[in-house]
Structures are given as C-alpha cells and as structure tokens.
C-alpha cells in the first residue's frame, strides 16, 4: 500500500500562485508515476498533471500547460504542483495520486492510490 498526503491548497486571488505538495510512504517503490487530479462538484474527477518516477517525463492537461509544473524529489518520496497564473477555473479539489501501471494517465482509472484531497479556491 501507498499513503499520499496532500498540503498547500488554500485561497488566491486570480493570476496568483499556489503550490502543493504530497508525500508519499509505504511501498513508493511499487509505483512507476505520480499525479495530480482535481474535481468540482457535479463532475468527473479530471487529469492534471503526471510525472513519471523514473525518468521525470511529465504530462499535462491542455488548460494548464504554461501555467502548472510537476516536480519531483524522489529522496523524499514528495511531488509537487507548482500552480501559477492561477484562474477561477481552477478553483477544484486537487487529489494526489500514484500509480503502479503504465498507460494514459489521463484516464482517471490508471490511478491506484488516492490522497484525501486539499482545496484550492481561486477568486476573480
């Protein structure tokens, strides 16, 4: 099993910046990516961003790319969302997530492992 525990999402006003933060314990090594995903009210849980852990390759959702940065620190078992330019659209439940399988992390089905989710409100 793998533990996630999210931190960093909080309240900002439109253009600024948050980051978040998960750290991860338990069999990290069993895992191949990790991610981010948010979710509004009355919608799907919606692919953000990814990072593989072996070779960093990134992924991210069109609406974020230029904006967002996933980041790593394998010596710390921790990701990272770097959210900047931020816009009331983005206004979600951010869940961190890990995977052990490869494929199209996009699809929210790839994802093994759940954190509990942290807020983040962006306001115009």
């Known amino acids: 099993q793998v533990q996630l525990v999210e931190s960093g999402g909080g309240l900002v006003q439109a253009g600024g910046s948050l980051r978040l933060s998960c750290a991860a314990s338990?069999?990290?090594?069993?895992?191949?990516?990790m991610g981010w995903l948010r979710q509004t009210p009355g919608k799907d849980r919606e692919f953000v961003a990814a990072?593989?852990?072996?070779?960093?390759?990134?992924y991210y959702v069109d609406s974020v790319k230029g904006r967002f940065t996933i980041s790593r620190d394998n010596a710390e078992n921790t990701v990272y969302l770097q959210m900047n330019n931020l816009r009331p659209e983005d206004t979600a439940v951010y869940y961190c997530?890990?995977?052990?399988?490869?494929?199209?992390?996009?699809?929210?089905?790839?994802?093994?492992?759940w954190g509990q989710g942290t807020q983040v409100t962006v306001s115009s």
């Open positions: 997530a890990a995977t052990k399988y490869s494929g199209s992390y996009y699809q929210k089905f790839l994802w093994n492992y």
């Open positions: 990072i593989t852990t072996s070779g960093g390759s990134t």
């Open positions: 338990g069999r990290t090594s069993s895992t191949i990516a």
